[in-house]
Nanobody
């Protein structure tokens, strides 16, 4: 089994910064794209930023210039540095990853889509 464990959320004042981390562990052969999604109360989950295994990045227009996604392939970890935070950034942030894994050695490697448990980010004065 594979787990994505997130950390780094919390309460921050407008204009402040936070850094989210998401570490993958378990039976992993390789990790393709990784990303962060946000879900505010009463709204659908939406993409914030993504990064390919080669380091190409993509951002939602609302966070361009403020957020930076990065990854450490040796640690199977993806990060989201959030600067100049606004109240409208308040949401639960979820890590997502496309991981080549297998339940046990009896099974073939296969690409699965995994999600973290979510971490709350609250931007408020």
């Amino acid at each position: 089994q594979v787990q994505l464990v997130e950390s780094g959320g919390g309460l921050v004042q407008p204009g402040g910064s936070l850094r989210l981390s998401c570490a993958a562990s378990g039976s992993i052969s390789s990790i393709n794209a990784m990303g962060w999604y946000s879900q505010a109360p009463g709204k659908q989950r939406e993409l914030v930023a993504s990064i390919t295994s080669g380091g190409s990045t993509n951002y939602a227009d609302s966070v361009k210039g403020r957020f930076t996604i990065s990854r450490d392939n040796a640690k199977n970890t993806v990060y989201l540095k959030m600067n100049s935070l606004k109240p409208e950034d308040t949401a639960v942030y979820y890590c997502n990853a496309e991981i080549v894994s297998r339940p046990t050695a009896r099974y073939a490697w296969y690409t699965y889509d995994y999600w973290g448990q979510g971490t709350q980010v609250t931007v408020s004065s």
